[in-house]
């Protein structure tokens, strides 16, 4: 097929100028033919031998197979592969995780981790906010922040939205945001929606208590920075993109646009349809890293195996220390745990993240038998109570929003 190898097996990468990739494979070819299939496809090959192919391009710009372990392969990209100033997160993305995922002699394919060169994270900014940014704005420096998702997540109107949001604030959330499927319908038009719910946090803000809400401004690509910019100046305090259906390209334009000046919640509603396959797709920690580098402030990692959504104990705490890392020259992102979350699960979660997260509950807030703000009340005392060195058990034993939380949904073992 090739003639040159791409095979340079028990090398090391160099961290300044390689982006380094981990795919798990499964074939039934040689490892080693896979591998190699892989790293001609996605670099100076393709599936026959090329006239035009020469030693130095190859040497250049030929990938470089550096490892197989069992079913996992790594593979070097020079970083003169790729082009960000015009190309960016998408040409990075049809290097690393294009055509192999539709290569037939491969059964499945699935980019697990990527380590991007020195030279390649210099060229983007990573978050503006950030984790710290996030919890200076809404004056909680060390406990969990804490959200709700307005529910039903869609049919209320303006006047109900900020209603609800006003009510998940007096019962002391700090965070709330638009479902991922409400932007700018009929019933909840965005002007009208942002407006409402601005006079809402600003209430909030007369009886001093601070909180965020973010706006849902996820469109077409040619139209993001101007939605955002509108409903910025509707009041939105915060805006949410879904990175997934938009692209890492909408998070970066709106976190580089000079004329935006609130942090950005990035929501990965589709995700499933990369990540669920643990042998094929993307996982989320390459989705994570990406939305860090493009400089999204705050975004969902999963619960840690205890909510409604497929994640693994493992695989989630990759994401959130990845939000983390200290080791990567941006701000640290805030991971955002939501999906099916209660009051009565934050032991167990908590056990698993630490605080430094942002709790969210859509159902969880607006389910509970008291209404909006006990529900927030019971989420809020179940987060302050474990912090304290508390069980939930205990605390409720003092405080009857959350009793009657546990009562209704129970504790998570
Ligand atoms: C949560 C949520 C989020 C999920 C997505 C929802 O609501 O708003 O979209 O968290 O999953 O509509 O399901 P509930 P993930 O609190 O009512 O479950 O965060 O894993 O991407
Ligand atoms: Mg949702």
């Known amino acids: 097929m090739t003639q040159f190898s791409y095979m340079h097996l028990g090398e090391e990468a160099d961290p300044a100028t390689d982006v380094v990739c981990k795919y798990r494979v499964t074939t039934e070819l040689p490892m080693e033919k896979a591998a190699e299939a892989i790293a001609a496809e996605q670099s100076t090959g393709t599936w026959t031998e090329l006239s035009t192919l020469s030693a130095d391009t190859m040497k250049n710009y030929g990938a470089r197979v550096l490892a197989i372990e069992g079913d996992l392969v790594t593979i070097a990209f020079p970083d ?42 210099a060229q983007f900014k990573g978050p503006r906010f950030g984790a710290d940014g996030l ?29 609800y949001v006003y009510e998940a604030g007096a019962g002391g959330l700090t965070n709330s ?21 601005a006079e809402a946090l600003d209430k909030l803000a007369e009886e001093g208590h601070k909180m965020i809400h973010a706006i849902n401004v996820s469109t077409n690509g040619d139209k993001i920075v101007e939605v955002a910019e509108r409903a910025q100046s509707w009041g939105a305090r915060q805006l949410m993109v879904d990175v997934i259906t938009c692209g890492f ?21 589709m995700h499933g349809a990369m990540t669920k396959d643990t042998r094929h797709g993307i996982a989320m920690l390459p989705i994570v890293k990406m939305t860090r580098m493009c400089g999204g402030d705050a975004l969902h990692i999963g619960t840690l195996g205890a909510g ?14 990845a939000c983390l890392d200290p080791l990567e020259p941006y701000r640290t992102v805030m991971p955002v745990c939501s999906g099916g979350v209660y009051p009565g699960m934050l032991a167990k979660m908590i056990e698993e993240t630490g605080f430094n997260v942002q709790i969210q509950a859509g159902g969880g807030v607006a389910g509970h038998p008291g209404g909006v703000r006990k529900g927030a009340m019971a989420m809020t005392q179940a987060v302050n109570g474990l912090f304290s060195g508390f069980t939930l058990q205990e605390y409720a034993k003092k405080h009857e929003e959350l009793a009657q939380a546990l009562e209704k949904w129970g504790i998570k073992e």
């Not at 959200?147 to 109107?157: A, E």
């Not at 390209?249 to 509603?269: G, N």
């Not at 409604?308 to 220390?321: A, S």
């Open 308 to 321: 409604k959504m497929t994640g693994d104990i493992q695989g989630d705490r990759d994401n959130l220390n």
């Open 135 to 163: 919890r200076e704005l809404v004056g909680r420096p060390e406990k969990p922040l804490i959200g709700t998702i307005v529910k039903p997540k869609i049919g209320l109107s303006p006047k109900e939205t900020a209603n």
């Open 249 to 269: 390209a909408a998070v970066q334009a709106l976190a580089e646009d000079p004329s935006i000046k609130v942090p950005i919640h990035v929501h990965r509603t």
């Open 80 to 121: 003169v592969d790729f082009s960000i100033k015009v190309g960016g997160i998408p040409q990075i993305l049809s290097v690393v995780s294009g055509n192999l995922y539709g290569l037939d002699a491969l059964q499945k394919v699935r980019l697990e981790d990527i380590h991007f060169s020195r030279s390649i994270q």
């Open 177 to 197: 945001k638009d479902d991922e499927t409400l932007v700018d319908q009929s019933f909840c038009p965005m002007q009208d929606r942002t407006l409402a719910i």
